[in-house]
Structures are given as C-alpha cells and as structure tokens.
C-alpha cells in the first residue's frame, strides 16, 4: 500500500519539477517585460508582477524599425508559405498519387532537401545574392525561405494526399470530372487540415530564420524580427525589461500558432521530420 | 491538363507506364498506371527547379569559392582568383580546424546523449502519468517547444545575467556566494553550459512528445502476452517497449545530431562564439572566417568540409530511412 502510494508520488513530482524547467524561461520572459524596473533590478527577485506595466512594451515596440521589421517579417513569411504551399501541393498530388519513373529518387531527393545545411550556405548565398545585386531586398529571402520550408510541406502533404481514398477522386472523375477538377473539388477540401499544419511550420521556420537575413540584410529597412530582437538585446544591453517585452512580442505569434497547431503537432512531425 | 482523360496519354515516353514492373492486369490498379506520362513531372517540375536553383546553386557555388582566394579585395574589386587547393591545405594543416572539428563533435555528443537520454525519460513519464498530470506536463513542455530560439535565447541570457540574474541569485542564496556576481560567459565552459542548457531545454519537448506518441501505439496485447509468460515491469520494458520504440529512437537521435551540429543561431547569439573564439563550433566558425574576418574563399573551405561531415552523419541516417521507404512502397 504504501509502496504503490509512493509509486504513484514519484512521477507526479517528477512531472511538476519539468514542468517548472520547461516554462519557467517562458514564465520569466513574460513577467519581466511587465516589471516595472525597480522590480527587475531589485536585490531579491520579485517572482510575480504585481505593479504590471506596458512601460518596456512601449520601449520595444517605439524603438527604431520596429514596425517596419514586424511588417517585413510577414510579407516575408507569409509569402515563403503561400509559395511553398502552391508548389509543394502539386508536387505532393504527384508523388502520392502517380506511378512513375524517378519517383523514389524525387522523394529522396527532397528529403535530403530537407536536411540541407543553410546555416553553413550563408557565405555562398551572400556571394549570389550580391552577384545578383539584391542585397538588402526581402525578394531573395522570400524565395531561400520557401525553399527552406519546401522539402517539409511536400513531404509532409504527401502523406495527408496518400490519406485521401482514392475512390473519391475515382468516383469524381466517373461523374465526369477531369483529373483536375477533381483535385480541386474533391481532394483540396479535404487537404485543409494538413495545409493547416504544414504551414503552420513552414510559418514557424521562416518567422524564426536569423543567419541568413543576419547576413543578407544589413540595412534596418530589410531586415527582420529576429535580427531586431538579436540587436536590439546588444542596444538595449541592461534594459532587460525592454529586452524581454521584445523577446515577448517575437515569441507570442508563434506561442499562439502552437496552441493551435498542438494537436497536429505530434503527428505532422513524425511523419514529416522523422520518416521524411 | 490535356492528358487526364480515362485513356492513354497521347505523348511521354511509353517505358514510363512500364517502369513498375510491366503493364498491370485491369481494374482500378490499371487506371492509376495510365495517369502518368509527363503529368507528374509538370507537376514535380516547379518544386525541383527552385530547389536546384537555390539549394543547389549555393551547394555549387560554395564548392567553386573555395578554390577561389577571395578576401576583402578581391571582392570588393569582383576579382576571381583561383588558388587550388590552398585553402584547404591551409585549412587542414591548421590546428583551429581540427580543433573546432573536435569540440563541435564533443558538443554535439554531449547534447545529443543529455537530450535523447532526458527526453526519453520525459516521453516514457508521460506515458505513466495520469490524464490530468499528463496535459499539465504536455502544456509545459509545448511552451518551451514553441519558443523561437532567438527568443529563448535572448531570455536565457537575462536568466544567467550577470547582475540581477536570477540563476546567479538562486546559486548564491542555496550557499554558492561567490556565485553572486558571475559572469557565464566569461569562460568557454561556463558559456558552452548555457548554450547546452538552452539546446536541451528547447529538444526536450520534441523528443519526449513524440516518444510519447510512439508509445501510445504499443499494441496492449504485448504486454499482456508478456505478462502472462512471466515478465515482470523491468522485462516488460527491455523486450516489449524498447525493442517497439528503437526505430523510433534510431531516426529522432540522427535528427538531433544533424540538428544540434548545426546549431548556428543558438552559439552565435548566446556570445557569438566568443569568448575568444572558444565556443564556435563549425558552422560558426565557418562564418567568423568567412564573413566576420572576409575571407570568404576559406570560410567557404571550411563550409563545405563542414557539409562533408554532416553528410557522414546523414548517410548513415538516410539508409534508415530508405529501408523505410522500401517497405512502404
């Protein structure tokens, strides 16, 4: 009795101590960027806001480009996503659904696609792009972006158009649709889900992207979030209250995508990172 | 769109309906023989030209700048000057290669084994938890997951700052005094601990959730069966869930280590490799050569020795996968 009351104890405090390691940062993001200074420079830490102010987040948001890199960082993202999603989708309807030859090497060649190493690219990038005298332009990290994003929505898509049954399209194309039509009337509807979810991540990857707009943008007008957060944190150096509140408007688009895309999560993940 | 009709496409090269063996025998497997020809390769055509376009052409051009000796001057004045090999020698007989080589490989190591091992610790609790304990968890570990990493990062530098920290405060109030005043990055261990840290605290998540997912597929009956024939808790465990999740574990550890290695954003934004150039691991070292000290055409040598490593790696990988996709297809 006592062993099994011990037994069922354990993992529960095993579980609450992860929990505090997981969101405590998060936890402590948010409560600085509402502290009002003399709480965050205090000697012992005030562990709960309780004078909350938009003091920081005004800081943030009136520092310089703040508004034109958040615009920039969608147009940019969203346009990667949209792109991605039109290409992916048509490809993905063919190395689901059509037999033909190179279709294994096509399948393996985007997920060695998937695994590219941009991080080590940036060098050579900056050389094309420079070449191509677009330097500073959102054009060039739009198109790396989809790319980026590219290899994940097709293969992921793949699975989700694999998951259609095929009698549906069969019967479509019996009623006298073609091949096309039924795709759109009868397939994409059913797609919505895993568009969802595939640009949902495809969201995530590109709204994160640093070392290449590290590298490609150098003037304020071009650049994106993460490189204002990443200077913003060395301008603002000891305002961490400032820092956090724009750490805080950085993370909450994705923190609210990921409430949405939870349950998806798992799954879209596995099939599309994991196996491919 | 001309070709989908019920019958054979009138153009596209008639192997093609044989490459999967020959012509099938009719019924519905007949009508998905026929809608090929050139069909999916329009429809594969936009997604594999920008892809040769932008990840192949840097791949390219990254292995033409690299014989190329190519600094500030040459840039700037659009000067190609070719020098062989000479990057690479340089690189090569230099110690800082080998020796960021080894401390990206012990790093990588050094997360991977504490990410995996944790990870799956956490994936197998959730599978033990109650329902309620087990969302309470899965909550937490979704908000570290979804925090982006400049973000994380950027809160991880405030969490050991210097002054006003509150890691430092914590140390020195449970006895560690000389704690008090800290700097975490002062030193290439301390640094390297924060950026561990942040990388196992932002993997942990992916790895517990979807262990967790692969262990709600467990098929019941196996334990059951196992039971029966005498198999307490810890035999249970080795012979029916490990073996069930080592595919599982084989390609999320492949994923870590590609990932982990290249860990660009979470290095360079913690300290920027510093200090001293004692925490760059390859991809950063690879930039601080190349773009930090512009030289590019050797920056562009190490990236590419860089991708040959990772490919070791991925190589390895990759066949999992394709055994994979063998059985599936």
Redesign the interface.
């Known amino acids: 009795m006592k062993r099994s009351l011990m037994g069922r104890l354990w993992?529960?405090l095993?579980?609450v101590v992860?929990?505090?390691?997981?969101?405590f940062?998060?936890y402590?993001?948010f409560a600085?960027a509402f502290k009002p200074t003399g709480d965050?420079?205090?000697e012992?830490?005030v562990w709960f806001p309780t004078d909350a102010t938009f003091e920081h987040f005004k800081t943030a948001v009136n520092a310089d480009h703040f508004w034109t890199m958040a615009g920039n960082s969608l147009i940019v993202t969203l346009l990667a996503v949209v792109f991605s999603l039109i290409?992916?989708v048509?490809?993905a309807?063919?190395?689901a659904?059509?037999?033909?030859?190179g279709?294994?090497g096509?399948?393996?060649?985007?997920?060695?696609?998937q695994?590219?190493?941009w991080?080590?690219?940036?060098?050579?990038?900056?050389?094309?792009v420079r070449d191509a005298d677009m330097l500073n332009s959102l054009i060039p990290l739009t198109?790396?972006y989809?790319?980026m994003i590219?290899?994940f929505t097709?293969l992921t898509l793949r699975g989700f158009v694999a998951a259609v049954p095929?009698e549906l399209e069969?019967s479509a194309?019996v009623d006298g649709c073609?091949?096309?039509q039924a795709f759109r009337r009868v397939i994409l509807p059913l797609l919505a889900p895993g568009l969802m979810s595939t640009s949902l991540f495809g969201f995530?990857t590109a709204?994160?992207e640093?070392?290449l707009v590290l590298?490609l943008n150098k003037e304020a007008e071009s650049k994106t979030l993460?490189v204002w957060?990443?200077s913003f944190?060395t301008q603002f150096g000891?305002d961490?209250g400032a820092?956090?509140a724009?750490?805080?408007l950085?993370?909450i688009p994705?923190?609210i995508?990921?409430?949405f895309l939870?349950r998806r999560?798992?799954?879209g993940?596995?099939d599309g990172?994991?196996?491919? | 769109m001309t070709v989908q009709k019920t019958e054979r496409p009138p153009s596209g090269p008639t192997e093609v309906q044989t490459s999967d063996g020959g012509p099938r025998p009719g019924g519905p497997r007949r009508s998905a023989g026929r809608l090929t020809g050139v069909t999916p390769y329009l429809l594969l055509a936009p997604a594999i030209i920008v892809t040769l376009l932008l990840l192949g052409w840097p791949l390219v051009n990254n292995g033409i700048l690299s014989f190329q000796n190519l600094n500030m001057r040459q840039f700037i004045l659009h000067l190609t000057e070719w020098n062989g090999f000479d990057n690479y020698k340089e690189v090569l007989t230099g110690e800082d290669f080998w020796r960021v080589t080894g401390r990206s490989i012990a790093f990588t190591a050094v997360n991977v084994v504490l990410i995996m091992v944790l990870g799956t610790l956490v994936g197998l609790l959730l599978a033990r938890l109650g329902r309620k304990m087990r969302t309470f968890l899965l909550v937490g570990l979704v908000l570290a997951w979804a925090m982006p990493v400049v973000a994380a990062s950027t809160v991880y530098q405030w969490l050991f700052a210097q002054r006003f920290g509150v890691v430092n405060w914590v140390l020195a109030k449970i006895g560690f005094e000389s704690m008090a005043d800290h700097d975490w990055l002062a030193t290439q261990y301390s640094t390297f601990f924060v950026v561990l840290l942040l990388i196992v605290w932002m993997s942990i998540p992916f790895v517990a959730i979807n262990l967790y997912a692969a262990t709600t597929t467990i098929p019941k009956e196996l334990y059951e069966a196992a039971s029966l024939d005498g198999a307490g808790a810890w035999k249970q465990f080795t012979q029916v869930t490990m073996p069930y999740l080592r595919p599982f574990l084989y390609a999320t550890t492949f994923l870590e280590i590609i990932w982990v290695f290249k860990a660009f954003v979470q290095v360079f934004t913690i300290n920027e490799g510093g200090p001293d150039r004692l925490t760059e691991i390859l991809p950063v070292y690879a930039y601080i050569e190349g773009m930090g000290n512009q030289h590019f055409g050797m920056g562009a040598a190490i990236a590419l020795l860089t991708i040959i490593i990772l490919l070791a790696i991925t190589s390895f990988y990759l066949r999992i996968v394709l055994k994979q996709e063998e059985d599936e297809l």
């Open positions: 993992p529960n095993v579980a992860m929990f505090v390691f997981c969101v940062p998060v402590w993001m600085t965050i420079i205090a012992d830490p290409i992916g048509t490809a309807f063919a190395l659904r059509m037999r033909f030859k279709r294994r096509f399948i393996i060649g985007f997920m060695l696609a695994m590219a190493p991080e080590v690219m940036v060098i050579a990038i900056y050389i094309i198109l790396f989809m790319v590219l290899p097709l095929k069969e194309m073609t091949r096309m995530i709204w994160n640093f070392p590298v993460p957060l990443s944190q000891d961490w820092t956090m724009a750490a805080s950085f993370a994705i923190l995508l990921f409430v939870q999560a798992v799954s993940l596995t990172a994991v196996k491919g």
